[in-house]
């Protein structure tokens, strides 16, 4: 490390207390996506006074500070944190408000760029950066609560259900050249990133006719029965995916009727449809919709399949060598996986689409026990999961943009992004919409 590099270590060090209480309040205070007004405005805050510039109620809750008031020509980097957490309600730091809890440790993020931002906003070191830095707190990122997205769409407040995949069609990226995002692991530190899983949504609405339950159950439609077997027609389906394919479905029932003494008429599948490949996870998409047609002509039910697009696949990415060598430094002696670009994750993160427009180095941090999404999730290492994010984040971002950006420029230079403009990307985003409806059949008999 050179002298400026260890100037920055050593301010985040002397600032541990300011990041330690910015990430276990914000841990304590989860909340879900596109919701996120208390985070959010805790970010903006402290970002105010460190930052010349700042764009906030991006894509509803998103915020964009920027290390410099004026436009840099040179180069654009944005450093990335996610906003909302998960709804688990039995995690013992759950918010009792939201019923969100950080068991993706998203907030770690948060404390790594605000941790960075104490040291890169420093006048010494600022000025040794050739390029802006844009410091991003995105929202959300888990892509849950389906129909509470949808009803931001019809009020025309969003355009898609994935933080990231808002902020680009909202124009939030165009100004960003490059990014840095970060995720805590169970697996230790890492830098890289391999493939993941990109997917569809879907809500899926059976349509019954409600009758008494007891004394005329022959005159309902049962749409939780249909729904029923809808959810068999699936299960029977997976034998038909691919291992290689890596396919996911993984649906829940958000709505099975309204009162017990009445055949339900109406029941409620939200769910995600994934994939390795938009091949893969489009023949899913379509097994998926058979099974609930089937199960709903079945008992004479109607249907609605509302498909919605999701996140792209992420793309496999190694970071650059210098980088790498200053990340191995700081972590030291701990180990660095670098076999992370060889691998496969069933899971997906709207990072893969920023990835089809721009590089992103990604990197992982340790710190945590008990498994993601679960209310086992833990943080048993602050100094990882929270310190030493937050000095990885500044110094590559250091290690980018001195020297006139050369490695930045070099890295922006080398990548071939699969799509050449926003625009591009929206339009093939948005063939993934699609409604597909039918009545209730046994309106259709002629007696």
């Known amino acids: 490390m050179d002298k400026t590099e260890e100037q920055i270590v050593q301010i985040i060090d002397d600032n541990r207390s300011v990041i330690l209480e910015f990430a276990n309040d914000v841990y304590c205070h989860g909340e879900l996506g596109y919701k996120e007004f208390r985070t959010s405005e805790k970010f903006r805050k402290f970002m105010e006074s460190r930052t010349e510039r700042i764009e906030d109620n991006l894509a509803i809750t998103g915020v964009k500070a920027y290390l410099n008031s004026e ?83 019809k009020q025309n407040k969003i355009g898609y259900g994935g933080g990231k995949c808002e902020l680009i069609r909202i124009g939030a990226f165009d100004d960003i050249d490059a990014c840095i995002v970060h995720h805590i692991s169970m697996e230790g530190i890492s830098a890289g990133t391999g493939s993941s899983n990109g997917f569809v949504s879907k809500v899926i609405t059976i349509k019954g006719k409600a009758a008494h339950a007891a004394a005329a159950k022959e005159q309902g439609v049962n749409a939780l029965s249909a729904a029923a077997l809808g959810l068999q027609g699936l299960a029977f389906n997976r034998e038909t995916f691919r291992d290689e394919d890596c396919v996911r479905v993984h649906p829940i029932m958000t709505k099975g009727g309204n009162l017990v003494n009445v055949v339900p008429d109406e029941a409620i599948i939200e769910t995600l449809v994934r994939g390795k490949t938009r091949e893969a996870f489009t023949d899913a998409s379509l097994k998926t919709d058979r099974s609930f047609k089937a199960g709903a002509m079945a008992m004479g039910a109607g249907y609605q399949i509302e498909t919605m697009p999701g996140y792209l696949p992420s793309l496999p990415q190694a970071v650059p060598e210098e980088v790498l060598e200053v990340i191995k430094e700081v972590s030291a002696p701990k180990k660095v996986d670098t076999d992370v670009v060889k691998k496969h994750g069933g899971g997906s993160t709207d990072v893969g689409d920023v990835q089809h427009l721009m590089p992103v180095l990604t ?85």
């Open 71 to 153: 436009e840099k020509d040179n180069f654009s980097l944005a450093s990335i944190g996610e906003l909302d957490a998960l709804r688990i309600p039995s995690h013992v730091y759950a918010n009792p408000d939201t019923q969100a809890a950080h068991c993706c440790g998203h907030h770690a993020q948060l404390a790594g760029v605000i941790g960075a931002a104490l040291a890169l906003t420093e006048k010494n070191i600022s000025e040794k950066l050739n390029g802006q830095i844009v410091f991003l707190a995105a929202p959300a990122e888990e892509y849950g609560e389906v129909e509470f997205k949808k009803t931001l769409m």
């Open 363 to 447: 990197f992982n941090t340790g710190g945590a026990s008990g498994g993601l999404h679960q209310s086992e999730f833990a943080v048993c290492d602050e100094e990882e999961a929270y310190i030493l994010t937050a000095k990885i984040f500044a110094l590559s971002a250091y290690r980018m943009l001195k020297d006139g950006a050369a490695l930045a420029k070099r890295v922006k230079e080398e990548y071939h992004p699969v799509f050449q403009s926003k625009e591009e990307y929206i339009e093939f985003l948005n063939k993934f919409y699609s409604v597909e409806e039918e009545e209730i059949w046994e309106r259709k008999v002629t007696k």
